[in-house]
């Protein structure tokens, strides 16, 4: 029988209750005062800042430890002029109509429309990347698992390092978005799952009121 090699727990560390909560409640407010941006500076963000929190990401839990994700972090105006013609393109198509008139109408408390000059004007574009195909270990296409919903984790994972270290961030998923698979060059097994717009708010960054308006516990809660 295959000996499966455990490690003792270690780095765990155990406050006191109101120690705990005081923890929660300031981390509540802190991310509370995180909000999706679409007015950036254009201002440098050194790129190890961009790694440590890609590194912090990667820590998410996942399918078997397979960790099926891939970050294309972009700083090149040349590629991220190529990402905004192409985002644009589908955007227009989705505003003309593709999307349909109920998410149209979902999304104009929001003021959102087919321009996204943010997608130059952020030092940082983030195309994050599912894998069907993976492993451990450098190299290895087996088959991973729980695939979107690992992903999404270290996704919310890079968000929130983001927003830690004095980042704003924008999600932005066109539709189709196989263009990044090119842009990227990244492998026929792997997948676009989001565009991440990371760097520095515009002095003029604005949040919509409908933006703010959060549901209480109770709505998205229960107790049992």
């Known amino acids: 029988m295959k000996t499966h090699v455990q490690h003792p727990l270690t780095d765990f560390v155990e406050y006191p209750p ?26 440098d963000v050194p790129q190890s800042i961009i ?32 990402v905004r013609e192409q985002a644009e393109a589908h955007e227009q198509r989705f505003y003309n109509g593709g999307a349909g008139e109920q998410w149209l109408d979902a999304l104009k408390p929001l003021g959102t429309d087919a321009q996204k000059p943010y997608l130059e004007d952020a030092p940082w574009l983030i195309a994050i990347f599912s894998q069907k195909k993976g492993g451990i270990e450098q190299g290895q296409k087996q088959q991973n698992y729980y695939i979107h919903e690992s992903v999404g984790i270290a996704t ?25 698979s090119k842009i990227c060059k990244r492998p026929d097994d792997e997948r676009p799952y989001m565009l991440l717009v990371v760097g520095y708010p515009a002095e003029d960054a604005t949040v919509p009121d409908h933006a703010l308006k959060k549901k209480s516990l109770e709505q998205i809660a229960s107790f049992l």
């Not at 109101?18 to 201002?43: C, G, P, V, W």
């Not at 929190?53 to 040349?78: R, V």
């Open 156 to 180: 919310g994972m890079l968000i929130t390092a983001l927003h830690t270290a004095g980042l704003v961030t924008l999600t932005h998923t066109p539709k189709p978005m196989s263009f990044l």
């Open 51 to 82: 790694e440590t929190c890609i590194k912090a990401a990667g820590t998410a839990p996942n399918g078997a430890n397979h960790q099926p994700w891939h970050f294309a972090a972009i700083s090149s105006k040349e590629v991220k002029r190529q």
């Open 18 to 43: 109101q120690q705990m909560l005081a923890r929660a409640e300031a981390f509540y407010s802190d991310i509370k005062r995180r909000h999706s941006i679409r007015k950036f500076s254009s201002r």
